[in-house]
Every structure is written in C-alpha cells, then in structure tokens.
C-alpha cells in the first residue's frame, strides 16, 4: 500500500506564490511518472503538469512559464512550484503518482487533494 499526503495550499493573494508538496511512502521500489492536477468548482479535472521518469515535462497552456514541477527521488516527493497565481488557478490541486511498488506492479495513486485559493 502506498499513500500520498499533500501540503502546502492556501489563499494567495494575485501574484503570490505557493509550492505544493506530495510526499509518498509504503511498499515503494521506485517512482516512475508524477503530476500534478486541478479541479475549479463546477469544472472537471484537468491536469496541470508532468514529469517524467526520464525527466521530460509539459505543463497546460495557461500555466506554462509560471509553474514548475519537480522531484525529489530520495525523498519520494513531488514538488509543484507555483508563481505568479491569477484567481483562476483556485482550485482543489491533486498529485498523482505512477508507483513501481515492492512486489513490481504499477500501480497510480492519487492525493487527498488540497486547495489553492488566489483572492485579495
């Protein structure tokens, strides 16, 4: 079993920023592709950014030379980097994790979700 905690959200003011976190522990032998998403009231999920195992990224459009996803293998955390927020990036921001897990099976979890707030 695998869980995954998320910290890191809060209310931001327009310009401001905020780094989210994923940290995942359990029956973990390595983690391969991570990524970050987004849910706004009434919308569904989108997703926002991705990272590799090799190391590639993509990020939506409307983020793209504002967030940054990153990792940090050693601690099996994923990092999401976030500046310049506009309202509209208020949302419920969920990490996911494609995980090798101990007995070689991948296997994707998902974050409890945390919310991102951007108001003055």
């Known amino acids: 079993q695998v869980q995954l905690v998320e910290s890191g959200g809060g209310l931001v003011q327009p310009g401001g920023s905020l780094r989210l976190s994923c940290a995942a522990s359990?029956?973990?032998?390595?983690?391969?592709?991570v990524g970050w998403y987004r849910q706004a009231p009434g919308k569904q999920r989108e997703v926002v950014a991705g990272?590799?195992?090799?190391?590639?990224?993509n990020y939506a459009d409307d983020v793209k030379g504002r967030f940054t996803i990153s990792r940090d293998n050693a601690k099996n955390t994923v990092y999401l980097q976030m500046d310049n927020l506009r309202p509209e990036d208020t949302a419920v921001y969920y990490c996911?994790?494609?995980?090798?897990?101990?007995?070689?099976?991948?296997?994707?979890?998902w974050g409890q979700g945390i919310q991102v707030t951007v108001s003055s």
């Open positions: 996911n994790v494609l995980v090798l897990n101990t007995a070689r099976s991948l296997t994707t979890y």
């Open positions: 990272l590799t195992n090799a190391g590639a990224t």
């Open positions: 359990g029956s973990i032998f390595s983690i391969n592709a």
